[in-house]
């Protein structure tokens, strides 16, 4: 059977019209810049408002945008993604593989001239892997020798192996090698804080951070403007003095302020403009992929989907993703039938045996199966799927719940919620059946996506728990020859699919638009966009 697409093109129809009328009217915003230089100033859209600009606390991926340009860590990245020195100008690693040596430059400065010392990343990393902070990324850190015992409430912060010996060196203790380790420290959770006080505040008169940027006002609900961090240490080569970041989680309004001259990149494109976009204005289409996975996830811990198995793969097989890449994201997205994706390090992407399949036999070996659990078009399932308020991540939802009742008969409630309500009604469980959830890498490895299944990891929304599947992670975790944990996470995978606790959907490509007289964009894998690489000519 073939999924009809009358919704899904209603969608993209009522889309299109009004993107092509806002082409035609006057925006409620002058067509100008304001009092900043325009050489001398970026204006990004941003795809919502960060949830925190605490690297401590961040948990969402507009956060990640902001926060690489006020922080550094250890180590940074280039523009293209390589590993390249931070606060640290050296580093070195014993043979074990397990102990780091990290020399501080001398000229690292924060914000106000105050020296960044060993010490500084000492209280960031005890503070993000203390229970009383609850941190969301502490997980990143069980690496460390002693983390997950204090993350666990079994040991004090202070126990981490994490020593400043003076001002300028930095030892750090694994309990196990990780070829991955220098990339995770380019990571926000890693940098260095230098207060408490200084890390929660959002307040440009309290502000203090290490990297080309800092923070000099945060409008609620409206914009954020950091200036070139005149104490930085690679300041003359940061050529952009001013950001301003605008947050627009209508990627429509999004791409009509860029239309009309006012702002200079955007972090997404709307598929309904892609068309002229590439008649129009194709040299400014920046598409790359990069690591990350979009899909939904079932509550496991309660009815209907809590040991039922059958009735998750029905779901999951109830999906074309071929017609969402087709249709709603169109920019070179793979569709997912796994969850690490393809040009992962050291890794072969693992995926479902079906995902070949034709469609009608996809579809009917579906509808076998929601018989099986006791379901029906008479008798239908009924759903609230939850998400947060964007108009593409809406138009995605309304082509799932179209599937699904078209396939099965399912009846579906959408949730639509504001990004920051959302990220609250994700953890209760109890509010939703399936939720919209993405997994962007926080480094080029298979485990920063499989350790999401982990019972027990805050990442994971599901509730999944499975002992196989923890033991093969965890030997991965002390395996370390590289091709040895390849396939022993690759069977995890397996193990994982095998279950359907979620519902992956497609591959990201990043989508981007930059003016053309902005220079210094490449592709990362990661998808990381520092301002401090960017350059704005005069125009």
């Not at 793979?334 to 469609?359: C, H, I, L, M, R």
């Not at 639509?416 to 109890?430: A, G, I, M, N, W």
């Amino acid at each position: 059977m073939k999924f009809k697409l009358v919704i899904l093109l209603g969608a993209l129809a009522l889309i299109a019209m009004a993107i092509d009328a806002g082409w035609r009217i006057t925006l409620g915003m002058p067509n100008q810049r304001s009092s900043l230089d325009t050489t001398e100033t970026l204006r990004r859209g941003l795809g919502g408002e960060p949830g925190s600009l605490d690297p401590g606390e961040a948990a969402d991926s507009f956060s990640l945008e902001v926060l690489g340009d006020l922080y550094e860590g250890l180590t940074a990245e280039s523009a293209d993604g390589n590993i390249v020195p931070g606060v640290a100008d050296s580093w070195s690693v014993d043979s074990t593989g397990t102990r780091y040596n990290f020399h501080l430059r001398r000229d690292a400065q924060w914000s106000n001239g105050t020296p960044v010392r060993a010490q500084d990343f000492v209280n960031a990393w005890r503070r993000v892997v203390d229970p009383k902070q609850a941190s969301p990324m502490a997980d990143n850190l069980r690496i460390v020798r002693g983390a997950e015992d204090i993350i666990a409430g079994h040991a004090i912060p202070s126990s981490l192996s994490v020593s400043a010996i003076g001002d300028d060196q930095l030892v750090v203790e694994l309990t196990r090698p990780a070829p991955y380790f220098l990339e995770l420290l380019t990571h926000y959770c890693t940098y260095p804080v230098f207060s408490e006080s200084a890390a929660r505040s959002h307040d440009s008169k309290t502000w203090v951070s290490n990297g080309a940027y800092v923070l000099v006002r945060w409008e609620p609900g409206g914009t954020l403007h950091l200036v070139k961090n005149p104490s930085y240490w690679d300041g003359d080569h940061v050529g952009i003095a001013n950001v301003v970041y605008v947050p627009l989680p209508d990627e429509n309004a999004e791409w009509l302020r860029y239309r009309a001259g006012q702002l200079d990149l955007t972090q997404n494109v709307p598929a309904a403009a892609l068309a002229w976009i590439r008649s129009e204005r194709p040299a400014e289409l920046h598409i790359a992929p990069f690591l990350g996975t979009m899909y939904y996830a079932f509550n496991l811990r309660s009815i209907p989907f809590k040991n039922n198995v059958a009735l998750r793969q029905a779901l999951v097989m109830a999906i074309d993703r071929q017609a969402i890449l087709r249709y709603i994201q169109p920019f070179g997205q793979q569709p997912a039938f796994g969850f690490v994706p393809k040009g992962t390090w050291n890794y072969e992407s693992q995926s479902w045996d079906w995902a070949d399949t034709p469609d009608a036999v996809r579809i009917g070996y579906a509808q076998r199966l929601y018989a099986a659990a006791g379901y029906s078009k008479e008798v239908p399932l009924h759903l609230k799927l939850l998400f947060n308020s964007n108009p593409g991540i809406k138009q995605l939802a309304i082509a799932v719940a179209a599937m699904w009742k078209e396939a099965l008969g399912i009846e579906t409630e959408l949730i639509d919620e504001e990004y920051r309500v959302f990220l609250e009604s994700r953890k209760e469980s109890s509010r939703w059946n399936v939720v919209r959830l993405a997994w962007l890498a926080d480094y080029n490895d298979a485990g920063s996506f499989l350790d999401t299944f982990r019972t027990g990891s805050p990442n994971d929304d599901s509730g999944y728990d499975n002992p196989q599947f923890n033991a093969l992670i965890e030997e991965a975790e002390n395996t370390a020859d590289t091709q040895k944990r390849r396939a022993i996470l690759q069977s995890a995978e397996r193990v994982m699919l095998a279950d359907y606790p979620v519902i992956p959907i497609y591959f990201y490509s990043s989508k981007r638009l930059f003016k053309p007289y902005v220079h210094g964009e490449t592709s990362n894998p990661l998808n990381r966009l520092y301002s401090k690489y960017l350059r704005v000519e005069a125009h």
